[in-house]
């Protein structure tokens, strides 16, 4: 898929801020797989025009022979979307959100401030996952996303009790695009020319960024020492993600401006 | 509204984890104010099934003389929206979402592991603020919600062209609920009572929270120090969201149990 786009069609084309628009599959991907809480919409009720939003932990993988990877959704699969899931023969129509703020974004005025920010939206249609080896399969690759590494470090294969009590909804990408935007302010010069104003408006980036703390043991722990894969994760998650908000808090706003594309 | 909850509807009810649920209206409101990006959903087109979700800036507050509080949302307004929130009488109907992750709980299997999480969902109905004096007070109180006192610290009010391009959606409330989940891990009987698994499988909490980095000036900033508003919101919000997600690690799970309340 290295390389790969989605293609623009009416249900994704991103129709402001075009240079910000990012059709690229790998980066989209990455982007729902390391976002630790996605939220997913759908229309419980064709006769309600509410639809649903919820939170839930998203993975894309590619299961064995499938031709294509899928988006892998785990939480509470409620009666509701599991009823939906399994009755519609073509799935479930759903959405799917992945935003990570990266930064705020100071300017001389209110109307010019903005977040840096990287959003993936995926359409497509979902399906509960039945097949026994299919849903093991999705539940190490969630179980992973969370913390690399923990599917082997837990007492597995699931019990019975456990695979009845567990609900995979697998989605079939339609549809896929994101947003990026990074960069310093971009004031309007009719604002960056007022010495006024520029002489007492503090101008910049605060970069935001996920932060893990030290893991804190359970009433229940008798492991004495944090072990070394899951410091690893820790300290590894840690260093990227404030190295990525500082990243592009620096860049120079609209340098890398792609030409729209139309 | 101190102490004021949302009505329980078939709309918002949470019929699992009832323990998790929380309908108090100060909770749900601070939990939308201080979330930096909240989800929002939509039908675009009622014969399209599938929802549009979109990343947006809400902030919930009293407009003057309103008999209640709004949700007032801030980010691209696509001209669909706008169209949308225009043209319907009794305005769009749309569903918002805020989640902060505090946690992620680690147990002795995948199946028992979880997120400390606290999410908010509201559903409502949005129309487009066209009172100009009204609009001028939501760009404040969004301004602000991002960061403390940045708006009196900016160049306002904002000019002719500004109020133009800068479209707000206020979303009239009609119903909410929350979910929340702290503590440590809570394995089951037959795990704990298993010594192999236990005294090889480390279980606790890895704390997470959203951290502000020293803030980094733009190319064009003329203001050598850090205002004070600015450096202080920045160690109020970390110390807060740092503290928030240790506490919450540090709680016994299930200790604060509500009753579920049928």
Redesign the interface.
């Known amino acids: 898929m290295n390389g790969d786009t989605y293609p623009r069609t009416a249900?994704n084309k991103v129709?402001?801020?075009k240079e910000r628009a990012n059709y690229d599959v790998d980066f989209i991907h990455n982007l729902i797989n390391t976002t630790?809480?996605v939220?997913?919409?759908?229309?419980a009720d064709?006769s309600n025009?509410?639809?649903?939003?919820?939170?839930m932990?998203g993975q894309i993988g590619t299961y064995e022979h499938d031709e294509e990877p899928h988006c892998y959704l785990h939480g509470?699969v409620?009666s509701r979307i599991m009823r939906l899931g399994s009755n519609a023969e073509a799935g479930l129509?759903?959405?799917?959100?992945a935003?990570k703020?990266d930064g705020?974004v100071?300017?001389?005025?209110?109307?010019s401030?903005s977040?840096n920010?990287r959003?993936a939206?995926l359409?497509g249609s979902a399906t509960v996952v039945e097949d026994v080896n299919e849903k093991v399969w999705a539940?190490?690759l969630v179980?992973n996303g969370?913390?690399e590494q923990?599917?082997e470090?837990?007492?597995?294969p699931?019990d019975n009790v456990?695979m009845q009590?567990?609900r995979i909804l697998k989605v079939k990408i339609e549809s896929a695009s994101a947003k990026v935007r990074e960069g310093?302010?971009g004031?309007d010069k009719k604002?960056?020319d007022?010495g006024d104003?520029?002489?007492?408006?503090?101008?910049?980036?605060?970069?935001?960024?996920?932060?893990?703390?030290?893991?804190?043991?359970?009433?229940?722990?008798?492991?004495g020492k944090?072990?070394g894969y899951?410091k690893s994760f820790?300290d590894t998650q840690n260093e990227g993600a404030?190295r990525q908000?500082?990243e592009a808090?620096?860049k120079?706003y609209g340098a890398g401006k792609k030409k729209a594309d139309d």
């Open positions: 249900a129709n402001r801020y630790p809480v939220h997913i919409s759908f229309l064709p025009p509410t639809p649903v939003i919820l939170p932990i509470y409620s129509p759903i959405s799917i959100a935003t703020l705020l100071l300017s001389l005025t209110p109307n401030h977040y920010y959003s939206v359409q539940m190490h179980t969370v913390v923990r599917w470090n837990t007492r597995t699931p456990e009590s567990t310093g302010p004031d604002d960056t007022r104003v520029v002489s007492k408006t503090w101008t910049g980036v605060v970069p935001v960024y996920e932060r893990l703390g030290a893991p804190i043991a359970s009433n229940y722990n008798k492991v944090i072990p899951l820790v404030q908000a500082n808090a620096m120079v």
